[in-house]
């Protein structure tokens, strides 16, 4: 009907529209908010204040739950991540494994897969690890990278079962690795309550834990640095290294493309000739090696010996991160080190007497405080992009009547 | 009491939480959101369902305030996802840590007295042999199975509102161009399960334990999205996973009463492996909602 008209009104009977262009005085009554949310000040001044409220709200948990003071509270979270050597140094050990896990999670969101399983992932490739690093013998240069080659290939094999799930009949990946976490938790308390494969024998009188023995330590990797001052493990290079090559892999070669292709439209992935199982799959799969890779960082350069309870959530820290990062590897480390940092600090909250889970509660209440500021700019300007469609359309509307009346 | 009833009780307490979350994530997987954090509303329904009744000293009290718990972690998803278009996995992983932080947190700082819920005896069934005192002779909040059930059923086949729903989770953009607020019908069905899996978290301190533990739902909120999976997102179905997986829980604590020699390990795991199995078997004959858990964007085809 409108074009009908519309029609008509091409035909000569034409009222001119009304001088100025409503839309524009639109824009200019209001502020032009794709100009603010490409402004630093602004996305800056957004995300300072969200933190703020962040920790504002943690302080007050602190004020409202416990005697400690929050201020105190933050304090000891300072020292115990930021301030001095030993410090710093704690902080880069404890964000290592997560940037290896979220460089895997980057390799799989890239093809827009969600592997919810790296904590599983983890924990397979360090069991496996470990397995390895007891039964091998041989010097720490040979034995320390086949120890997380074979953590990786644990992560990767665990990793591949969804894959095949999903590319054989069609499983969802989310929730089928999601369940995997659970089945892998069950598998590695399994074997660290057997002596046969990896719990420890207690010696003479000594109860033996559910935990495997420590392993040998020729095959810690090498720290840097002593320990009042500044001292690193160089589980850290090693993720530096990994980070370096999966972001030329993914940027600058056939592979990346392929990937990125894939991640954005399947559609054409499949129309030019990309396996969306080969590739897709292949990403799922990199993406638990690598979480198994972390794994085995983590059993050679800080802990030692492996538990049920060895992975600590760094599965899902490592993905979190990456979801922060969507699609720019360059996001990782910050994120990455921010969530070191608030794990090492968090080890000093128990000279407050404030219990150690508030350190979960601050990382979660920053994360949700780093997504808001992009995604409330975008939420303003849809807003305005909708409102200016309306008065368009009131426009359009307006127009149509006043031809009707014409003719 | 025989081992089966044993079984056969344990295996009611276990189902109905699950049975009752799921009747919320079905009504939102139905809208098109795959919401993981029924894990952190069911926590916060347990937390706030035990300090609710410990607080006003009656089992009411205690559900009312586990389904406000569950609904404020909804509100706080239902926002962030459907609102600003967060990625649901992010904000439904942060919120799971959060909430396995925040009650941890406040179970260590709060003592709270143990409350559990009345028995409530259904005249002349709960006579029937073996299976009368396990199924009726429950307390009594296990009940409210037989209304949330119907009325789940009710809202998302027999009601606009439902019709909508279905219509934002298998085609929105053509629910949009006909005047659906498709964000605003996700939030919503967010809200519904959240006020669901709530209930379903304060019913575990009310019905089993008394009080709260740390982290005491362990992976039951992935179970219930396990079991919209099983059921083919039918609400029939669903009920069937979560009695199945319910089942399998309960198998964990009656081997362990009766004294059989069994590997605790797989028990445990058994609902998963039963969920992952079933699932490879049935994944490409049942029938998801086309949209779910793809993010909406307007004039998009």
């Known amino acids: ?407 | 009491m025989s081992d089966f009833s044993t079984f056969l009780g344990g295996a009611v307490r276990l189902s109905v939480p699950l049975a009752v979350a799921g009747c919320g994530e079905q009504v939102a997987e139905r809208s098109g959101t795959l919401n993981i954090s029924i894990e952190a509303m069911m926590l916060g329904g347990a937390f706030f369902g035990a300090l609710g009744a410990a607080v006003t000293g009656t089992t009411v009290g205690g559900l009312a305030f586990g389904m406000a718990a569950g609904l404020v972690v909804a509100i706080v998803h239902a926002n962030f996802s459907h609102r600003l278009t967060a990625n649901t996995f992010v904000v439904g992983l942060t919120l799971n840590s959060l909430l396995v932080g925040l009650t941890s947190f406040l179970n260590e700082t709060t003592d709270l007295d143990d409350h559990k819920a009345k028995v409530l005896e259904i005249p002349l069934l709960h006579r029937i042999p073996e299976i009368g005192g396990p199924v009726f002779g429950q307390r009594w909040p296990n009940y409210l199975i037989l209304v949330v059930i119907p009325l789940s059923w009710w809202i998302v086949n027999r009601t606009r509102w439902g019709l909508e729903l279905r219509a934002a989770g298998e085609d929105p953009q053509a629910a949009d161009v006909t005047g659906i607020d498709v964000e605003k019908r996700r939030r919503q069905a967010i809200y519904y399960c959240g006020l669901m899996s709530g209930l379903a978290g304060a019913l575990l301190p009310l019905l089993v334990t008394g009080n709260f533990n740390n982290n005491m739902t362990a992976g039951a909120g992935f179970l219930v999205n396990a079991a919209v999976i099983f059921g083919g997102w039918t609400l029939r179905g669903t009920m069937a996973g979560a009695a199945l997986f319910g089942g399998a829980k309960a198998m964990y604590v009656t081997v362990q009463a009766i004294g059989w020699k069994f590997n605790p390990q797989l028990l445990i795991a058994s609902p998963y492996l039963i969920a992952l199995v079933t699932m490879l078997l049935l994944a490409s004959r049942s029938k998801r909602p086309a949209a779910l858990a793809r993010q909406f964007e307007r004039g998009i085809t």
């Open chain 1, 1 to 407: 009907v409108r074009t009908l008209e519309r029609t008509g009104a091409a035909d000569g009977t034409e009222e001119p529209l009304a001088a100025s262009d409503p839309i524009d005085d639109y824009a200019e009554e209001g502020r032009d908010w794709g100009a603010i949310g490409r402004s630093l000040a602004v996305n800056v001044a957004l995300y300072i204040a969200t933190v703020a409220v962040a920790m504002f709200l943690g302080g007050l948990l602190v004020l409202i739950a416990t005697d400690a003071s929050p201020w105190d509270v933050y304090d000891a979270m300072f020292q115990g991540s930021l301030n001095g050597g030993a410090a710093i140094g704690l902080t880069l050990d404890r964000s290592t494994p997560t940037l290896i896990v979220a460089i895997g999670a980057l390799v799989a969101t890239r093809a827009s897969i969600t592997n919810l399983g790296p904590e599983g992932q983890l924990l397979v490739g360090a069991c496996v690890g470990t397995f390895v690093a007891l039964n091998v013998p041989g010097p720490g240069p040979v034995a320390i990278p086949i120890v997380i080659i074979c953590s990786a290939l644990g992560g990767a094999v665990w990793a591949s079962l969804a894959a095949v799930m999903r590319y054989t009949r069609g499983v969802d990946i989310v929730i089928s690795t999601l369940l995997l976490n659970f089945v892998a938790e069950q598998i590695v308390t399994w074997s660290v309550s057997r002596e046969y494969l990896l719990q420890e024998g207690g010696a003479g009188n000594t109860q033996s834990f559910t935990q495997s023995e420590r392993i040998p330590g020729d095959l810690h990797l090498p720290r840097l640095g002593t320990y009042p001052g500044f001292n690193i493990s160089t589980g850290l290079f090693v993720a530096l290294a990994l980070l370096a090559i999966v972001w030329v892999v993914l940027d600058r070669t056939r592979w990346g493309f392929r990937l990125k292709v894939l991640g954005q439209n399947p559609m054409t992935a499949r129309r030019v000739g990309i396996s969306v199982a080969v590739f897709g799959g292949g990403a799922l799969i990199a993406s638990g090696a690598l979480a198994g890779a972390a794994g085995g960082v983590m059993l050679t350069g800080t802990v030692f010996r492996f538990q049920p309870a060895f992975s600590q959530g760094v599965g899902f820290e490592g993905l979190l991160c990456a979801l922060i990062a969507r699609r720019r590897p360059g996001w990782l480390v910050p994120v990455a080190l921010l969530f070191g940092a608030l794990r090492a600090g968090g080890g000093y909250l128990s000279s407050t007497g404030v219990p150690g889970y508030f350190v979960d509660i601050v990382q979660a209440l920053i994360v949700l405080a780093t997504l808001f500021p992009p995604l409330f700019i975008d939420l303003v300007r849809r807003r305005r992009e909708h409102l200016r469609a309306r008065a368009a359309a009131q426009v359009d509307h307006g127009a149509t009547v006043a031809v009707g009346v014409a003719s």
